[in-house]
């Protein structure tokens, strides 16, 4: 029984001190630490009240149905904290693939803007190409217009 409350004991500790591993996560902690210290007063008075009960023949069915409540509360408790611990991975889980989506959507954004920079550039490049032809046509036009004012 006793290795019982401290094993629950031991994983709240757990908890308690990997809270700062998942800092930069959205999620109450506190919520978890307040379950904790209301689950060890909860598992406290039903050892009072198991403890508290006579041994006598008359009480001796009582002392095994609180042993029983108390079970079963023990376990109903158990279950929930490995259940706020699954969905609290969970959570972190969807936070992480979250934030890894993000960072692959702005790695394509990233790859799109630079491929569309080189679009551009290529464009621009034509643009200056084709200025500077019509320039040389242009130069060449002054050219033949000059001998034939001349002539």
């Not at 006793?2 to 591993?21: D, I, N, Q, T």
């Not at 403890?51 to 409540?69: F, G, Q």
């Amino acid at each position: 029984m006793k290795s019982k409350v401290m094993g629950l004991f031991v994983f709240c500790a757990l908890v308690y001190l990997s809270s700062p591993v998942f800092a930069g996560v959205d999620y109450s902690i506190k919520a978890m630490e307040y379950d904790s210290k209301q689950f060890i007063s909860r598992t406290n008075n039903q050892l009072k009240v198991f403890k508290a009960s006579r041994v006598d023949n008359t009480t001796k069915v009582d002392r095994r149905a609180a042993l029983r409540e108390f079970k079963a509360h023990y376990d109903r408790m158990i279950s929930d904290a490995k259940q706020k611990l699954r969905d609290f991975r969970e959570y972190v889980s969807l936070q992480t693939s979250s934030l890894e989506n993000t960072r692959i959507r702005q790695r394509d954004t990233q790859d799109m803007i630079n491929r569309n920079r080189i679009v551009f550039r290529d464009k621009d490049l034509q643009q200056k190409e084709v200025l500077r032809n019509n320039k040389e046509k242009l130069q060449a036009l002054r050219l033949k217009l000059k001998e034939q004012t001349r002539r």
